[in-house]
């Protein structure tokens, strides 16, 4: 049985994403708004089909996908560039690789305890955000 990531969770912490933003070209501005977010992300686990949507007041960001099946994903009201992605198991992580314009581009969900974990990189910069069940 895979680790089941569906359910509500809320941010609590979110440390670099101020390093993550600037590698992905986001201006001042934006930047400035987007640090005071405390996001919720619905994940929705249904065997190998997944559906994230992270939602604040500012921008929402929906993500579908099938494990191992490669897909374009079009970070519209994120940096807006295209990239290729695809999400595989490792162990009982959830890692994605998004091959594009930024070299080592991707991210990393698990559980620690109660706490869901993700691990946002591109390029140098790594941010780490937890979240708690709401
Ligand atoms: C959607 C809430 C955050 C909106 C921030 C607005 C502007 C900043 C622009 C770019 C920053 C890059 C990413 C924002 C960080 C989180 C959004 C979703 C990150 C993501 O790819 O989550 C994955 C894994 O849960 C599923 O899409």
Not at 8 to 25: C, Q, R
């Amino acid at each position: 049985m895979p680790v089941d990531f569906s359910g509500t969770w809320n941010l609590i912490s979110n440390d670099n994403f101020e390093g993550y933003m600037v590698a992905l070209g986001i201006d001042f501005a934006t930047r400035k708004i987007a640090k005071m977010l405390k996001p919720q992300k619905v994940i929705k686990q249904d065997g190998d089909s997944f559906y994230i949507h992270t939602t604040s007041t500012f921008r929402d960001y929906s993500l579908q996908f099938k494990i191992g099946e490669e897909f374009e994903e079009d970070n519209k009201g994120l940096d807006n560039r295209k990239c290729k992605s695809v999400v595989t198991w490792e162990n009982d992580k959830l890692v994605c690789v998004q091959t594009g314009e930024k070299k080592n581009r991707g991210w990393t969900h698990w559980l620690e305890g109660d706490d869901l974990h993700l691990e946002l990189r591109c390029e140098n910069q790594v941010c780490k955000q937890v979240f708690k069940r709401a």
